[in-house]
């Protein structure tokens, strides 16, 4: 386990405009420690998306907060510090000739142990575990966190699809723990969310007696 309290990232569903989704951005920033965000977006790339990025991008910077999108086309041509890969491989390695040193590069769609460390050694600045876009074992994904954690020193991030999954995940080594329906959905809103969240991490980090 890192010695440090593991940080939330946050991803945001597949956004067309902001307006709507403005306040509970705002609010979920304001309620605890997120390191960053991953703004997902439906549009493709042009002068409306540019618009998003730049929007989300200056709420984001009022809370010291990163925030990555899923191009790198478009990552480096406005206001993103950096983008998030959605699978390893020459996509990975563009991204990274693309963005580094000055910007942040993270992978996930990581199938496999060998793909994972592939990916690190590529230049990424975080490996993810857990599919965005599809139900996964929570228990799998806590033993490649677990496997992860014990041999790498690269940043790991594990994917949450629930709140109950976040203290199991934080305790098997997880430097980040990304969340995104369980925080925009939750009955109670987004702040308080985040604010579960942050109790489970800090149980999960508290160390034993």
């Not at 990274?96 to 994972?116: N, Q, T």
Request: net charge negative; glycine share 8%; with cysteine.
């Amino acid at each position: 386990m890192a010695e440090a309290a593991p940080r939330l990232y946050l991803i945001t569903p597949k956004l067309a405009e902001a307006a709507a989704f403005d306040a509970a951005f705002e609010a979920a920033l304001a309620a605890g420690d997120i390191a960053c965000v991953l703004l997902r977006m439906q549009m493709q790339a042009g002068s409306d998306s540019k618009k998003l990025v730049a929007r989300f991008a200056a709420l984001a910077r009022k809370h010291d907060t990163a925030l990555l999108i899923e191009d790198p086309q478009l990552a480096a041509r406005c206001d993103a510090d950096g983008v998030h890969v959605g699978e390893g491989g020459m996509g990975l390695e563009a991204a990274v000739a693309a963005m580094k040193p000055d910007r942040i590069v993270g992978v996930g769609g990581l199938s496999s142990r060998h793909d994972a460390m592939l990916a690190g050694e590529s230049g990424a600045d975080y490996v993810m575990f857990g599919d965005l876009d599809a139900e996964e074992d929570s228990a799998a994904i806590i033993e490649r966190i677990a496997w992860w954690a014990e041999i790498f020193t690269l940043p790991c991030v594990a994917y949450a699809q629930t709140l109950a999954d976040v203290a199991p995940l934080a305790a098997a080594g997880a430097d980040f723990i990304a969340l995104d329906d369980a925080v925009w959905e939750h009955p109670h809103g987004a702040a308080a969310a985040v604010q579960a969240a942050m109790l489970a991490l800090a149980s999960a980090h508290e160390p034993a007696r």
